[in-house]
C-alpha cells in the first residue's frame, strides 16, 4: 500500500504559504514591499520560490506514487540560490544608499541632511526587504526539500 504522508505534508506546508501570502497582501506588506524595492528583487525571488516549490510538490507526490527517488538537486540549488539573490539586493540597496546620501552632501544644510536621510531610507528598505525575501523564501524551499527527502527515505524502509 502506497503511503502519500510525505505529500501531505508538502500539501500543508503550501497551503501555510499561500496563507502567509494573502495575509502579507491584506495587511498591505506586498505594496509596501512593491513601492520601497526599486530592484524588484523580492518579486523574483519569490517567483522562483514559488515556481521551485511548486516542482518540489509534484518531486514529493511522484516519490510517493512510485517510490523513485528523486533527491531535488535542482531544488537545493535554486534554495541557495535565493538566498544569494537576496544578498546581491542587500548590496544594490547599501550601494545605492552610500552613492546617493555622500555625493555632494552640504553637512551644514539641514535641509540637504533631511534629505540625505530621506534617500538613504529607499537604499536600506532595499537591502533589508531582498534579504528577508531570499532567507525566508530559501528556508521555506529547504523545508520542502527537507520533507521530500525524508518521506524518500521513509518510503524505503517500511
Not at 511548486?54 to 528523486?70: D, E, F
Not at 552632501?105 to 536600506?124: H, R
Given at each position: 500500500?502506497?503511503?502519500?504522508?510525505?505529500?501531505?505534508?508538502?500539501?500543508?506546508?503550501?497551503?501555510?504559504?499561500?496563507?502567509?501570502?494573502?495575509?502579507?497582501?491584506?495587511?498591505?506588506?506586498?505594496?509596501?514591499?512593491?513601492?520601497?524595492?526599486?530592484?524588484?528583487?523580492?518579486?523574483?525571488?519569490?517567483?522562483?520560490?514559488?515556481?521551485?516549490?511548486?516542482?518540489?510538490?509534484?518531486?514529493?507526490?511522484?516519490?510517493?506514487?512510485?517510490?523513485?527517488?528523486?533527491?531535488?538537486?535542482?531544488?537545493?540549488?535554486?534554495?541557495?540560490?535565493?538566498?544569494?539573490?537576496?544578498?546581491?539586493?542587500?548590496?544594490?540597496?547599501?550601494?545605492?544608499?552610500?552613492?546617493?546620501?555622500?555625493?555632494?552632501?552640504?553637512t551644514s544644510s539641514t535641509e540637504a541632511m533631511q534629505g540625505a536621510l530621506s534617500s538613504m531610507s529607499t537604499g536600506m528598505s532595499t537591502a533589508l526587504y531582498t534579504t528577508a525575501s531570499g532567507l525566508i523564501c530559501s528556508?521555506?524551499?529547504?523545508?520542502?526539500?527537507?520533507?521530500?527527502?525524508?518521506?524518500?527515505?521513509?518510503?524505503?524502509?517500511?
Amino acid at each position: 500500500m502506497k503511503t502519500y504522508t510525505a505529500f501531505l505534508r508538502w500539501w500543508l506546508i503550501f497551503i501555510l504559504m499561500i496563507l502567509g501570502s494573502i495575509t502579507l497582501y491584506v495587511t498591505g506588506m506586498i505594496d509596501e514591499i512593491n513601492r520601497a524595492d526599486f530592484t524588484k528583487i523580492s518579486f523574483f525571488i519569490y517567483g522562483l520560490f514559488i515556481v521551485f516549490s511548486i516542482h518540489t510538490g509534484i518531486l514529493t507526490y511522484r516519490s510517493c506514487k512510485t517510490g523513485h527517488i528523486n533527491e531535488g538537486e535542482t531544488g537545493w540549488f535554486v534554495a541557495d540560490k535565493l538566498m544569494a539573490l537576496g544578498m546581491v539586493g542587500t548590496v544594490i540597496g547599501f550601494i545605492y544608499t552610500l552613492q546617493s546620501v555622500f555625493v555632494g552632501l552640504d553637512t551644514s544644510s539641514t535641509e540637504a541632511m533631511q534629505g540625505a536621510l530621506s534617500s538613504m531610507s529607499t537604499g536600506m528598505s532595499t537591502a533589508l526587504y531582498t534579504t528577508a525575501s531570499g532567507l525566508i523564501c530559501s528556508l521555506l524551499l529547504k523545508v520542502q526539500l527537507f520533507n521530500l527527502s525524508q518521506g524518500q527515505k521513509n518510503s524505503h524502509e517500511g
